[in-house]
């Protein structure tokens, strides 16, 4: 039973446009949320977080929008660049159960159009 | 660089062997987690160490187990090799708390 989830296994944007990932989770006791970029044959980078307590969080290009209530959230990234091209993971931790082992979907894999 | 430093970065081993992978933390950070990502799996969670004791395990099998040192770094050991253990396993560390935690590049088992 997946309960982080990207439907979506790639999405291709051209470059300067918006590039919308999305991601829904099950699990209520989540409370913490993070996106993580991978380039092939490299461990995730670290992107931006959001607590449950935010709906939203802004980092330079990227921003992190969480819908509580629909158990959704997304990453926007702003304009897109080619270097942006890579996989992108949703992840979730329930901090507040003590442990924060994370919880990733399976990814989005996000191709920039020159 | 994350800071996270796995070895070996390839191994390849036959099916029943043991293996070691072996992993330092970024410098300061107390949590150590073991990662898997398999072609159809994604990444899973396997096991988090937070100052040398277990705080959390994930889907991990019981041929698996792991242990975090004085030192702070962590060995992750997996015995009874099977063909599908071929995986990446990914180590990443942390100052605890739920922050992001930052990964190490992997280790690529490939069981033969």
């Known amino acids: 039973d997946q309960q982080v989830k990207q439907n979506s296994p790639s999405l291709s944007v051209q470059e300067g446009r918006i590039s919308i990932l999305n991601c829904d989770y099950t699990?209520?006791?989540?409370?913490?949320f993070l996106w993580y970029k991978k380039y092939p044959a490299e461990g995730p980078t670290f992107l931006i977080s959001?607590?449950?307590?935010?709906d939203k969080n802004e980092d330079g290009r990227f921003t992190v929008f969480l819908n509580k209530s629909a158990k959704h959230l997304s990453l926007h990234i702003v304009p897109s660049q080619p270097g942006d091209s890579a996989v992108y993971f949703c992840?979730?931790?329930?901090?507040?159960?003590?442990?924060?082992?994370?919880?990733f979907g399976k990814g989005t894999h996000l191709i920039i159009q020159p | 660089d994350s800071g996270v430093t796995q070895t070996p970065k390839h191994l390849i081993t036959a099916t029943g062997q043991r293996v070691t992978l072996r992993c330092s933390p970024r410098?300061?950070?107390?949590?150590v987690y073991w990662y898997q990502q398999s072609l159809d799996q994604g990444l899973q969670f396997l096991i988090q160490?937070?100052?040398?004791?277990?705080?959390a395990k994930g889907n991990i099998l019981e041929r698996f187990s792991a242990q975090q040192f004085p030192d702070l770094h962590s060995e992750l050991n997996l015995s009874s090799l099977e063909l599908g253990d071929s995986a990446l396993y990914f180590c990443?560390?942390?100052?605890?708390?739920?922050?992001?935690?930052?990964f190490g590049q992997g280790t690529r088992l490939t069981v033969v």
């Open positions: 990443a560390s942390s100052v605890g708390g739920g922050t992001g935690a930052f």
């Open positions: 160490y937070y100052n040398g004791e277990e705080r």
């Open positions: 410098s300061g950070d107390l949590s």
């Open positions: 959001i607590s449950s307590i935010k």
């Open positions: 992840a979730a931790s329930a901090r507040g159960g003590g442990a924060d082992g994370l919880t």
């Open positions: 699990n209520s006791m989540f409370d913490y």
